[in-house]
C-alpha cells in the first residue's frame, strides 16, 4: 500500500529520492493530484501507463519548477510570453514544440513532436519538482477514465496499491484539471482550471489529436448520471447548485468556483456511497462553468 507522507521537509525529500529511483508518486496541485514519474526514465513512465491502465498512445503532462526548466524542453514561441508575463498562471498547461536534445522519454510525448507543459501554482508541488531536480510527467492520479483525485484519499481508493507514495496536502483548491493550449495558435485544447476568455479559439470534437481528457466519457463515477436535473426521481441522489437545493450542493450561493472545487469530492463521495444514480443541476455555462459542464457532459456520456 502506497506511503502516505506529509509535505514537510522530510516528506518531500522522501518523495523526491522515490522518484529518483524510478518510483511513482502522487502530489497534490492546485488542479488535481497527479501521478508522478520521471520524465526522462522510461522505465518510471511506462509503470505510470500500467497503474493507470491507461492507453500508451495518449501523452502525459510534464511538471517543472520554473520557466528556465521550460525553455530547455520546449520551444515557447513568442506569443506566448505575454501570457507569461505576470509568471505562470495558476491552472494553464502548454502544448509547444518538443526540443530535439530535451531528454523526454518518448513514452511521455506518446511518440508527438509537442510537449504539454506546466509550471504547478501550488507550494508543495513545487518544493517536490526542486528538491526532485528535474521534470515530472504526471497525469491526473486516477485509474484511467474515472473521477480525477482532490484528495490523497481519493489516490489511495484508486491507486494505493499500485503506487509507492501520496503526498497529502488536503484538499487541492481549484479542483478541476488543468486548462490546455497549444501552440502555434494558440488553439484551446481543454477547458480547465485557468479560466480561458471567450475570445480563445476552442478545438472541435473531432480533430487529433486524441486525448483521453477528450474521449466522450471520461471523468466517470460509477453511477449512471442525468444532467440539467431541476428535480429529483425516485432513487437518485441528487446535487443541487444555486436554487437548485438537492440532497448536498456544488454551491448554494451559485458561485462557480466553489463548485468547481467540489464536484470531483461529491462524484467520489458518491461511490464512496454506492450511489448508483446521480442527478446534478444546470449550471451556467459561462466562465468556470464550461470547464464544470465539459467533465459532466463526459462523466453523463455512454461507457465505452
Ligand atoms: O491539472 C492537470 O492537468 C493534471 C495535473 C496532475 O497536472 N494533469 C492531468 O493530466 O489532468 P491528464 O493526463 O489526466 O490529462 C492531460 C491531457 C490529456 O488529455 C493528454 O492527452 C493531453 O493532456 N496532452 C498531453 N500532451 C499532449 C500533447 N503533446 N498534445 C496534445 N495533448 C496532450
Ligand atoms: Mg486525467
Known amino acids: 500500500m502506497a506511503q502516505v507522507l506529509q509535505p514537510d521537509g ?27 514519474a520521471d520524465a526522462r526514465n522510461d522505465t518510471a513512465v511506462a509503470k505510470v501507463f500500467e497503474a493507470k491502465g491507461r492507453p500508451s498512445f495518449n501523452p502525459l503532462i510534464v511538471h517543472v519548477a ?12 513568442t506569443e506566448a ?3 507569461l508575463a505576470q509568471g505562470w ?26 510537449v504539454a507543459l506546466r509550471v504547478p501554482g501550488s507550494g508543495i508541488a513545487r518544493d517536490l519538482l526542486r528538491a526532485f531536480g528535474g521534470p515530472v510527467a504526471a497525469p491526473s492520479a486516477n485509474p484511467s477514465g474515472r473521477v480525477s483525485p482532490t484528495l490523497a484519499e481519493h489516490v489511495t481508493r484508486g491507486l494505493g496499491d499500485r503506487i509507492a507514495a501520496v503526498l497529502d496536502g488536503g484538499l487541492t483548491p481549484a479542483g478541476l484539471e488543468s ?5 502555434p495558435g494558440p488553439t484551446l485544447l481543454r477547458e480547465g482550471a485557468y479560466p480561458a476568455p471567450d475570445t480563445w479559439p476552442r478545438q472541435t470534437q473531432s480533430e487529433t ?22 428535480e429529483k426521481r425516485p432513487g437518485e441522489w441528487h446535487i443541487g447548485f444555486g436554487e ?3 440532497d448536498v450542493s456544488l454551491s448554494r450561493t451559485g458561485d462557480l468556483v466553489e463548485a468547481a472545487a467540489r464536484l470531483f469530492v461529491l462524484l467520489h463521495e458518491a461511490d464512496a456511497n454506492g450511489i448508483t444514480a446521480l442527478a446534478v443541476a444546470p449550471i451556467p455555462d459561462i466562465g468556470l462553468g464550461r470547464a464544470i459542464n465539459d ?8 461507457r465505452g
Open 10 to 36: 522530510q516528506g518531500i525529500a522522501t518523495a523526491a529520492a522515490l522518484l529518483a529511483a524510478g518510483e511513482l508518486v502522487a502530489f497534490p496541485t492546485e488542479t488535481v493530484y497527479g501521478l508522478g
Open 81 to 83: 510570453d505575454a501570457l
Open 66 to 77: 520554473d520557466r528556465a526548466e521550460i525553455d530547455a524542453i520546449a520551444e515557447l514561441p
Open 209 to 230: 489529436p486524441p486525448a483521453p481528457g477528450q474521449l466522450l466519457s471520461h471523468y466517470a463515477p460509477n453511477a449512471a448520471v442525468r444532467l440539467n436535473a431541476v
Open 179 to 183: 486548462t490546455i493550449l497549444i501552440f
Open 244 to 246: 437548485v437545493a438537492g
Open 89 to 114: 498562471p495558476s491552472g494553464l498547461t502548454l502544448v509547444a514544440k518538443l526540443r530535439s536534445d530535451a531528454g523526454i522519454s518518448p513514452l511521455v510525448t506518446a511518440g508527438l513532436a509537442t
Open 295 to 302: 467533465r459532466l457532459r463526459r462523466a453523463a456520456a455512454p
